[in-house]
């Protein structure tokens, strides 16, 4: 089973603060993602990668930066953290194979900046 | 642009009955994927069923379907004999297969299974 590991369940930062959300995948997967989770919003996609040192923007990348040095691991970076940055962040991975590949995720972060 | 839209934002079904989830897409591609998450009050993102846009059948996964109309673009979510368990949000994405690996989602559904 692909496993996608999320270091932080909960996180509480204050405002100003540089944090750093780390997502590590042991299937050897190409592409990784991380997505914010708002209620009535859903998910929306923030940063993709879909090889090491390769990333693109997604739907709403302004505020995050991500790093992807090794294959197994993508992280998501907040230059300064703000309010308007509380939210569920989900990484997740796939395959590029097969059209069909899901996404495989991890258990999220639920980060708070106060 | 992709866009995935789920109009239902909650609904109720009584337990053992059928529950048809929406989703329409929209997209210029014609080679694309569509997928269905659940996920519970738990957090985790559960993968459910997927559906090619070339694929001449519906999806099916145990209690799970896909109808999926092209011509309509809705990929319906079916959810057959329903159980407690299946109160959850519901979640419907797409990728596009031409060219990019993004996968962008709906809003989601919360379904309420009722005893």
């Known amino acids: 089973d692909v496993k996608v590991t999320q270091s932080s369940r909960y996180l509480v930062k204050r405002t100003g603060e540089k944090v750093f959300l780390e997502c590590v995948q042991d299937m050897d997967h190409e592409n990784m993602f991380w997505y914010r989770q708002d209620p009535g919003l859903g998910l929306r996609l923030i940063y993709f990668s879909y090889d090491v040192k390769m990333k693109e923007k997604g739907d709403i990348p302004e505020g995050y930066s991500v790093s992807r040095e090794k294959k197994e691991r993508f992280s998501l970076i907040l230059e300064s953290a703000s309010t308007n940055q509380t939210s569920m962040y989900l990484c997740?991975?796939?395959?590029?194979?097969?059209?069909?590949?899901?996404?495989?995720f991890g258990n999220g972060t639920r980060l708070t900046v106060t | 642009a992709q866009k995935i839209t789920q109009t239902q934002p909650g609904m109720f079904v009584q337990e053992k009955e059928a529950v048809t989830l929406d989703c329409t897409y929209d997209?210029?591609?014609?080679?694309?994927?569509l997928f269905w998450y659940k996920q519970p009050s738990s957090g985790e993102m559960i993968f459910l069923i997927y559906q090619g846009s070339y694929d001449q059948q519906n999806a099916t996964e145990g209690r799970y379907s896909l109808n999926f109309q092209k011509a309509r673009k809705s990929a319906n979510l079916v959810i057959s004999a329903s159980q407690l368990g299946d109160s959850a949000m519901y979640f419907c994405a797409m990728r596009e297969l031409s060219g990019t690996y993004k996968y962008i989602f709906g809003t989601g559904t919360r379904l309420k299974v009722l005893a």
């Open positions: 997209t210029s591609d014609p080679s694309y994927g």
């Open positions: 997740a991975s796939s395959s590029p194979d097969r059209g069909g590949s899901p996404l495989h």
